[in-house]
C-alpha cells in the first residue's frame, strides 16, 4: 500500500511550546484523519477533515485540510507532557476503493516538563 | 463500553501453528478493518467487509483468511505462522467510507 509523506519523523519539545506536522501526497484526496497513538494502544481519532480548506479544531489541537487537496497539517498548541504519542495522518484519495485509507508513517511527539 | 475490541491483547505461538483473532464492534458499523503495524509503526490495511462483504483484499499472503460472521464481528485466522507475522494486528471499523474507529490491537509475536 501507498504510504503518505509525513514530517517530521520525530519531535522533542517542551511543556508549553507549540507543535506542527504535515503530510503530503502526490495524489488528490476526499478525507484526512489526523490520529494518536500511545504505546499500548489503538490509534485514536482526533480530528478528521472531508473539505478542502477545512479548519477544524479539537481543544488545542487544530487541523486544516489543504486547499490543493494534497496536503493537511496538524498543530498542538501550548504542549503538556500526556501530548506524548505517535502521530498519524492518513487520507483517502479520490481514485482509490473504499475505505482504503493511506497512512503517513507518524510523528513521534516526546513532551519534556 | 469499549466501541472496537479484540481478542487476544497478546499471542505468543511457535512458527508454524494457526491461531485466529477475534474482532467485534458495537458502533452499529457496517464495514470491518484489519491492518497489520510494523516494526516501524506503519499502519499497512490488509482486508475490508462491508454488511459481510469482502471489498479490500490487499496483496497478502493467502494463509491469512478473514471471515465475517455478521455485521458486527471480523475475525482473522492465519495457517501456518512464520517469523515474519509478528506485527500488531488492529481491527477498526466504520459507516460506510467515512471515518475509521480502531480496536485496542493484538500484538503477536511467532518464536
Known amino acids: 500500500g501507498q504510504q503518505l509523506n509525513q514530517s517530521p519523523q520525530s519531535m522533542f519539545i517542551q511543556e508549553g511550546e507549540d507543535v506542527s506536522m504535515n503530510c503530503t501526497s502526490s495524489s488528490i484526496f476526499n478525507t484526512w484523519l489526523w490520529y494518536k497513538q500511545e504505546p499500548g494502544e489503538g490509534p485514536v481519532l482526533l480530528i478528521a477533515?472531508?473539505?478542502?480548506?477545512e479548519l477544524t479544531s479539537n481543544g488545542r489541537l487544530t487541523a486544516q485540510f489543504g486547499i490543493t487537496r494534497k496536503d493537511s497539517f496538524l498543530n498542538i498548541s501550548a504542549s503538556i507532557p500526556s501530548d506524548v504519542g505517535i502521530y498519524f495522518c492518513?487520507?483517502?484519495?479520490?481514485?482509490?476503493?473504499?475505505?482504503?485509507?493511506?497512512f503517513g508513517a507518524g510523528t513521534q511527539v516526546v513532551v519534556t516538563p | 463500553d469499549t466501541a472496537v475490541s479484540q481478542t487476544p491483547k497478546y499471542l505468543v505461538t511457535q512458527m508454524g501453528n494457526d491461531k485466529s483473532i477475534k474482532c467485534e464492534q458495537n458502533?452499529?458499523?457496517?464495514?470491518m478493518y484489519w491492518y497489520k503495524q510494523d516494526s516501524k509503526k506503519f499502519l499497512k490495511i490488509m482486508f475490508s467487509y462491508n454488511n459481510k462483504e469482502l471489498i479490500i483484499n490487499e496483496t497478502v499472503p493467502n494463509r491469512f483468511s478473514p471471515k465475517s460472521p455478521d455485521k458486527a464481528h471480523l475475525n482473522l485466522h492465519i495457517n501456518s505462522l512464520e517469523l515474519g507475522d509478528s506485527a500488531v494486528y488492529f481491527c477498526a471499523s466504520s459507516h460506510g467510507m467515512e471515518t475509521q474507529y480502531f480496536g485496542p490491537g493484538t500484538r503477536l509475536l511467532v518464536l
Open positions: 458502533l452499529g458499523h457496517d464495514t
Open positions: 492518513a487520507g483517502h484519495p479520490v481514485t482509490d476503493s473504499w475505505g482504503k485509507f493511506q
Open positions: 477533515l472531508y473539505k478542502a480548506g
